[in-house]
């Protein structure tokens, strides 16, 4: 029967976060190697089947929704397009909020790659200091936040004050704040549809459009601001190459739903009634909610 196994350099992290039948103070790599003796090979690979059936699936219906048109950009194609550029001893950080739900579900970590998210998942704002605190840690090593514009306003402007501070100090001068500029708290507009029905409340989750990428300037960083598709892998590959910290700016539609392919049958619902309420955004979210959706139903997605 399987069994819940914690393994952890740090005897105070053990059962911390959820109670585990069997604990496991060491490292990672060796207490692994001790293990592997004791393991019994199974003649039943139906399993691991399903389960690499599956990813290949996920890959799949994943690059046919970053492909989906937008207006402007799809956010999902700008992070799976990061992806393939990664260098692969990058250090990656997500800000909570639906950057987060594309940060996970379009990048693979490799290599010495590490990333960091919210503990909760529940802060605003952690992205840009986690990946300032990143680069005094690992100065030689390329640092990339993916943040929403909500967040960008609440502290990442401000932090990049201390990037423009500190980043000669460097040895690798890469780091890239990547801003999903939508004008809208966009995570909370799609928890308010999804688990209330209820329509987008404008007052509150409207955001003006900044020009992050000009404030970067003005500090003495690189900055771009993207608009259209065909721009974002190019702007990528400047960011990677650049000699000092850069912010992109890319213009991403509010509308694509980062309600996840599993979504149950009440949440659909639930989204469905926000339309019937009067969401502003409601043409918008059907038409990118439909085209996101029926890649799963495509042929070779496994559900056809």
Sequence with gaps: AAR????????SMVGLRYPFELNMV????ETLKRLLPLLEFKEDRTWRRTVETNTARWWEVMERRAAVDADPINPEHVVHALDALLPDNAVLAADSG?????????LRMRG?????????????GPGVPYVIGAKFAHPDRPAIAIVGDG????NGLAELITV?????????????VAVLNNQDLNQVTWEMRAM??????????????VRYADFAVQLGLYGARVETPEAVEQVWRQALAADRPFVIDFRTDPAVPPIPPHATLDQILAAASAVVH????RGSMVKQGLKAKIQEMLPGSGKE
């Design 26 to 29: 060491g490292d990672a790599t």
């Design 151 to 154: 967040a960008m306003q609440m």
């Design 164 to 176: 423009a501070k500190y980043y000669q100090q460097w040895t690798d001068p890469r780091l890239i």
């Design 4 to 11: 819940a196994v914690q393994i952890d350099l740090d005897p």
């Design 112 to 124: 010495s790659m590490r990333g960091s998210l919210s503990g909760t998942l529940a802060t605003m």
């Design 278 to 281: 009067g969401d502003s955004d």
């Design 98 to 106: 639906s950057s987060a739900n594309w940060y996970a579900r379009h």
């Design 196 to 209: 209330q029905g209820a329509p987008q409340f404008e007052p509150s989750q409207a955001l003006p459009d």
